[in-house]
């Protein structure tokens, strides 16, 4: 239609689905935030292939200062920071990928069922929604990991349990936005059945929203992770980021000055929790209407030269 | 002959669309507005009109470049971009936007809003602006002590008035509405117009009317420029464009609008206007224009002066001046 | 398209009556202090018929409830009373259930056709959809009805648009669209709610042209519009709304060259007309239109009446015809006339 308009906006809705990867790949956060992701999950995904043996295994003295044989020296028990780092990539990224989708799971299914029905369905569930958002966090992982047990599965439960609140609330309401649309409502005085709108019209419409809101619960999950087996609740058989500090820690690799025991693990969930975040954010820019602040901006436009009209 | 008041020269307008190429959105227009006259700017979606009004207000988006020459008063508003454009916005040149009755912040009284660009302007403070505040209130035709109401408490057309009103608060000399009654009723869009008609003829205003609507045009406007794809295709007085059109854009947007009494077949306009991310060659009008010919696909067609104070972009133009000559 | 012909004595609709009102919310302080319920008085007995081949326009002001009318013809709003009879089968207090197979039978066309089609659907899908709800035909009579459908809608060839998304489209293509999305199962009444007001003027009348042709084809159409001009040269008959009420209703020309209520008349004295040598002094009716809440009593019109007379304020006049009127379907709702 109007290229004026095409110009002055250009996530109308009707592009965004063709648009959207385009435009949050265009923006340079978003390019770094995919790049540091990738790399671990990249490492995680190959670690079998490029670590031999166990990585728990003792090669050199314990808390050996780095050298050309191991990059990062090794840790209180003997055994190479690398290989540890790589192998506690596998399992930190798996509990925060899969914490995160539990999450999504849960709050996607609340929103969509609160803003879809609305009514008493949306009293209720966004009821329950504001009860789990203000228990606190962290005792409340403590406490489940301390009765449900220590395995892998029941972290990423945890984890996913608490953080979908946030993800309930976007999505409900973007749904209730959507549900009002004309689409929407033609489709329904036909005689469309509410799965059929749920499916068709209004999930398709916050799947890209949904997706975002996932890539930025997985810094989230992946930090819970950490501090959970700081603590010292996380599985015992695995290592993982969190693991490898608390190990740190527990053999007291400050008073041996050991900062490498303790520091890349440390950088590493950093790095993954500012990946993901910029990535996420760079997606929740493009999609959540509520985000977007150009108009806010400072209006100045450039002046050129009049161009020279052919003869 | 004194200079116009405002004189635009050459207008283009770009925009940049981040790697995708850009939109050539105005491809260089002349028009001039005196003193008290009712101008309008007539054309479809995407024809260019309200990106021409922004840049005389000089209120582009950061991804807009701008050529040409807006002379206000003689002097070139555009020659240093924000910096000489600021400077004139609302103090001499005010805008209605478009759906500006619904722009108003909720939480703020009527007359708190429009004391604001008094004061961001430095024309009154304090006690005098809010005294101007309920005058401007009067002269748009709301009493004085509704000042103190929300937006809510306005109707739609009461809010297009305190729209005007906002738009009169530093005193301008010239008023452009982008499509002031577009959301209206029939009748507040009747009283609507009433009002800017008045505003031109009592206080000497100049008013740019930029609108869809060509009757709206034909009711209020003295002149007018019908513009397509980012040009004018035909300036002149609103009586030579409905009875004397010389430009096929303007006849067939004519017959394109249904009117009440009218008794010829209402037809519309086969086809789209061309996209504006590349440069058109020829008459941009020429693929949908039934008197297309030879040159039309190929020439750019000059303005042509066809009457007096009337010009029109169109070949048809070329060939009965050289038969005359 | 019209698969029987209906006898010519019953109309496809019939509206008697027609009162829909809403409760306004009093918010909790309104409750607490027992403000009493107010109601908005939307629509306060509208009757009409509209007959196949016919194209009725409904025009008022917002807030005259001609939308109100619509949605409650769809049944997609609730009467508080009156009847309407589709076909002669009074459908007002009909079960969703037993509405289902009428909701093919009648279809709507709405304003905005930016909004009304879904941006990830592409046309054929967006067109075969109430084919799919409705679950009609096999696969490949799905894809023939769609064809026809887009074709009706003067989207021919219809293989240049199958495959297209809305965003690809033009507005005009666009509600063009959403008219082969209603076409496709074959109704025979089609409410049209503003379908030209958000369409460039030059493609405004290729749209009304279709609408023309389907009504030729024996189609009955009931056009919402605030727009007196379209309404004049496409519709065959006008009823002109104002607050809740039809207050003159006739034959499009007669309307609009001998109008009888004088509410019509400022509203077509405010009409702008093409033609600049034509700048007659409208007549314009000061302050808004009023408050659906508080309807004056008597004449519903009177305070705003140039007209008024004093007994204007007691009397609430029913439609009949005006003496002066030019047409024997001609009606108005005013003792004066």
Redesign the interface.
């Known amino acids: 239609m109007t290229i004026v308009e095409a110009a002055s906006a250009p996530e109308a809705p009707a592009s965004v689905r063709a648009g959207v990867f385009r435009h949050v790949l265009g923006q340079p956060q978003a390019i770094v935030g995919l790049a540091v992701v990738s790399v671990f999950a990249l490492v995680a995904l190959l670690e079998p292939v490029l670590i031999s043996g166990d990585p728990k295994e003792k090669v050199a003295a314990v808390f050996q200062a780095p050298s050309s044989a191991h990059l990062l020296g090794t840790d209180g028990g003997g055994a190479d920071m690398l290989k540890l780092l790589a192998a506690g990539a596998q399992i930190s990224l798996l509990v925060g990928f899969a914490a995160a989708v539990v999450s999504a799971l849960i709050g996607g299914s609340f929103g969509l069922l609160a803003g879809f029905f609305g009514g008493k369905t949306d009293i209720v569930l966004m009821r329950i929604t504001d009860y789990v958002l203000v228990i606190p966090d962290v005792p409340l992982m403590v406490v489940a990991a301390a009765l449900f047990g220590r395995s892998i599965t029941n972290i990423i439960l945890i984890i996913g349990i608490i953080y979908w609140t946030t993800t309930a609330r976007l999505i409900r309401a973007q749904v209730k936005s959507v549900r009002e649309r004309v689409y929407v409502r033609r489709a329904r005085a036909l005689g469309a059945g509410n799965w059929r709108l749920i499916g068709k019209h209004v999930l398709p419409q916050v799947a890209p929203l949904l997706i975002a809101n996932t890539v930025l619960l997985v810094a989230y999950a992946i930090f819970a992770e950490m501090f959970i087996t700081f603590l010292g609740l996380g599985d015992p058989s695995l290592i993982s980021w969190g693991r490898l500090i608390e190990n740190a820690f527990t053999d007291d690799a400050v008073l041996n000055n050991a900062w490498w025991a303790i520091v890349p693990p440390g950088v590493c969930v950093m790095l993954v929790v500012l990946g993901s975040t910029l990535l996420g954010q760079a997606m929740e820019d493009t999609l959540n209407p509520r985000l977007r602040v150009g108009h806010l901006s400072v209006r100045r436009f450039r002046i050129r030269p009049v161009p020279r009209t052919e003869p | 002959m004194r200079a116009p008041l405002l004189d635009v020269s050459d207008l283009h307008v770009w925009f940049d669309l981040g790697g995708r190429g850009e939109v050539h959105a105005v491809r260089g227009i002349d028009f001039s507005v005196d003193e008290g006259e009712r101008f309008g700017l007539v054309g479809e979606s995407g024809c260019g009109k309200t990106t021409a009004i922004l840049a005389l207000m000089g209120l582009l988006p950061p991804n807009a470049s701008v050529a040409g020459q807006v002379l206000l008063a003689g002097e070139n508003v555009l020659a240093r971009g924000e910096d000489s454009a600021a400077p004139h916005r609302w103090s001499e040149i005010a805008m209605v936007f478009q759906g500006a009755m619904n722009a108003f912040n909720p939480v703020r009284t009527i007359g708190e809003q429009i004391v604001e660009p008094m004061e961001l302007h430095d024309v009154a403070e304090g006690r005098v602006a809010v005294l101007r505040a309920r005058e401007l209130l009067e002269v748009v035709g709301i009493p004085a002590d509704r000042a103190a109401r929300y937006p809510h408490e306005f109707s739609g057309g009461m809010r297009q008035r305190a729209a005007i009103a906002m738009a009169l608060a530093c005193n301008p000399k010239i008023l452009l509405a982008d499509e002031p009654t577009t959301a209206l009723d029939v009748m507040v869009q009747a009283q609507i117009l009433e009002l800017l008609t008045a505003l031109a003829n009592d206080f000497g205003l100049a008013l740019v009317l930029v609108t869809h609507d060509l009757p709206v045009v034909a009711q209020v406007c003295e002149r007018a420029a019908v513009m397509y794809a980012g040009v004018i295709a035909e300036l002149g007085p609103v009586d030579e464009l409905y009875h004397d059109p010389r430009h096929p854009y303007t006849r067939l947007l004519f017959a394109a609008t249904p009117d009440l009494y009218g008794d010829d077949e209402v037809v519309s306009i086969p086809g789209a206007p061309p996209r504006l991310d590349r440069e058109p060659i020829g008459c941009p009008f020429a693929p949908r224009c039934d008197r297309a010919f030879a040159p039309c696909p190929t020439v750019t067609p000059r303005m042509l002066e066809v009457g007096t104070h009337h010009l029109a972009a169109c070949h048809l133009n070329e060939r009965v001046v050289e038969a005359v000559s | 398209m019209i698969a029987e012909t209906s006898s010519s004595g019953t109309p496809l609709l019939e509206v008697e009556d027609l009162v829909v009102r809403y409760p306004v919310a009093r918010g909790l302080v309104g409750t607490l202090q027992r403000r009493p319920k107010l109601q908005v008085h939307a629509v306060e007995g509208v009757s009409f018929t509209l007959r196949r081949g016919e194209m009725l326009a409904l025009v008022g ?2 807030g005259c409830g001609k939308t109100t009318t619509a949605q409650t013809v ?1 049944r ?1 709003l609730e009467p508080d009373r009156g009847t309407i009879r589709y076909r002669g089968q009074d459908i007002s207090r009909l079960s969703s259930r037993r509405l ?1 197979p009428l ?1 093919r039978q009648i279809q ?1 066309i ?1 304003q ?1 056709p ?8 592409r046309v054929r899908s967006a067109v075969e ?2 084919l799919v ?2 679950r009609l035909g096999s696969r490949e009579e799905r894809r023939k009805e769609v064809a026809e459908a887009l074709r009706l809608a003067g989207l021919d060839p219809p293989d240049l648009y199958l495959e297209r ?3 690809e489209l ?3 293509q666009r509600q063009r669209v959403a008219i082969a ?1 209603s076409l496709v199962l074959h109704p025979d009444v089609l409410v049209a709610d503003e379908p030209v007001s958000m369409l ?10 279709i609408l023309s042709e389907l009504r030729a084809q024996g189609l009955g159409i009931l056009m919402i519009t ?5 309404a ?3 519709a065959d008959r006008i009823a002109v709304m104002y607050l809740g009420r039809i207050v003159e209703e006739g034959p499009a020309q007669h309307v ?2 001998n109008p009888q209520h004088p509410y019509t008349r ?3 004295s ?8 034509e ?1 007659t002094t ?1 007549q ?2 000061r302050g ?2 009023p408050n659906p809440v508080r309807v004056p009593q008597g004449c519903r019109f009177h305070p705003r009446c140039p007209w008024m007379i004093e007994d204007c304020k007691s009397v609430d006049p029913a439609l009949r015809r005006p003496a002066a009127a030019t047409s024997p379907d001609h009606r108005a709702a005013c003792i004066r006339v």
Do not use: Q
């Open positions: 002001e917002s769809l997609m289902r909701r709507i709405y905005d930016y909004e009304s089609l879904d941006p990830r659907f959809e109430p709800i409705h998304y809305p965003h033009s507005g005009g999305a460039d003027v030059s493609v405004r009348a290729g749209v009304l042209g605030h727009d007196l001009s379209t004049a040269r496409f609009v060259n400022a509203l077509l405010v009409v702008p007309k093409r033609d600049p040598r700048r409208p314009i009716l808004e239109t």
